[in-house]
């Protein structure tokens, strides 16, 4: 199964930004779809946002749409996720998962996950 590990994460101040970005390894990596994943304390894991194998199509949240932005370089195979307007309701420990092909946007459906990536928003 894919390897996924995250990096990017850190203390950002209300309304400000962060990259966050997902580097994963493996064969057939273009065949992957990459999820973002977050979770806050006490609170399940919810998607975040999403991108095809291909990066022709993504997906987001609704209380992320606008805000972030998923993108991927297959060649340099990495995921990455622009996060802006940050609030503190974003705060959590983000995650990417690999899953075949689509974005499903359910957990079941991932293969593999990195280890996570703390972000904190707080003044």
């Known amino acids: 199964q894919p390897q996924l590990a995250e990096s990017g994460g850190g203390l950002v101040q209300p309304g400000g930004s962060l990259r966050l970005s997902c580097a994963f390894s493996g064969s057939s990596v273009d065949k992957y779809a990459i999820g973002w994943f977050r979770q806050a304390p006490g609170k399940v894991r919810e998607a975040v946002s999403c991108i095809t194998g291909g990066g022709d199509v993504s997906n987001y949240a609704y209380s992320v749409k606008d805000r972030f932005s998923i993108s991927r370089d297959n060649a340099k195979n990495t995921v990455t996720l622009e996060m802006n307007s940050l609030q503190p309701e974003d705060t959590g420990v983000y995650y990417c998962?690999?899953?075949?092909?689509?974005?499903?946007?359910?957990?079941?459906?991932?293969?593999?996950w990195g280890q996570g990536t703390q972000v904190t928003v707080s003044s």
């Open positions: 998962g690999a899953e075949w092909l689509y974005c499903s946007g359910m957990k079941s459906e991932y293969e593999s």
